[in-house]
């Protein structure tokens, strides 16, 4: 039977946590943030990026300048501990493949409340960066009027290559772009969501870019 997720009344453990194991992660993975100064230091915000590797979410997690709730697979939950661990540390469930209410209603909230909640628009992980974007994250961003931030992963890949038996320490960059405005996009709310799909996309593409060129791959 899955857990049913439940979020505890406040983060603490959340907080020690990135403060001490996130940060020796991110040493050990050499991880390198760029473009900082691009994360709104207050408020509602969508993080939105590509998707390449399980260390995607730990290590943005660990290194965002803001903590950060990620939309997990629901079925992640089906785990005890791994259940415990995503209330813990922020996370919250979604239904993939159909449109999840409470889901997008616990984001507005997070957001609403001034929070930065993770989205990777793929969906899944996507190596060659050609699966079909959902518009979950340009839909959020209307709803609540808040901006989305282009995030580009660059690296993550290399820390358990296909076919390799360990796990390897490559250098880690994440580059954060401009924010998207979405009260910028015109007309109606379809073309909207899919004009802001197509833009964040795109943006994030850029930030993969300059993420690579900064980690020499």
């Known amino acids: 039977m899955s857990r049913v997720p439940n979020p505890p009344h406040n983060f603490w453990v959340a907080h020690t946590v990135r403060a001490t194991l ?5 040493t050990l ?13 207050t408020g509602g915000v969508i993080l939105a990026g590509n998707h390449i590797s399980y260390g995607d979410p730990i290590l943005l997690w660990c290194r965002s300048p803001r903590p950060v ?16 661990c995503l209330d813990t540390f922020w996370a919250f469930p979604i239904h993939r ?17 001034g929070d930065a909640v993770g989205i990777f628009p793929e969906g899944t992980r996507n190596i060659d960066g050609d699966a079909e974007a959902q518009g979950g994250a340009a839909f ?8 989305v931030v282009p995030v580009g992963l660059a ?14 320490f490559p250098k880690v960059v994440i580059s954060f772009g401009r ?5 910028a996009f015109e007309g109606g709310r379809k073309e909207r969501v899919e004009a802001i799909t ?12 300059r993420a690579r060129e900064v980690a020499g791959q």
Request: a positive charge; proline letters at 7%; charged letters at 25%.
């Open 22 to 26: 996130g940060a020796l992660l991110a």
């Open 29 to 41: 993975f050499r991880t390198q943030v760029v473009g900082r100064e691009n994360l709104p230091a």
């Open 69 to 84: 709730h990620f939309m997990a697979k629901i079925e992640l939950w089906d785990s005890g501990f791994l259940g415990w």
């Open 97 to 113: 493949g159909a449109s999840d209410r409470a889901a997008l209603a616990k984001a507005s909230a997070y957001l609403k409340a």
């Open 140 to 147: 959020l961003a209307m709803r609540n009027e808040v901006p």
């Open 155 to 168: 690296g993550t890949d290399r820390i358990k290559p296909p076919g390799s038996k360990g796990i390897q």
């Open 179 to 183: 924010p998207i405005d979405p009260a």
């Open 198 to 209: 197509v833009e964040t996309m795109r943006r994030i593409g850029e930030e993969v870019a």
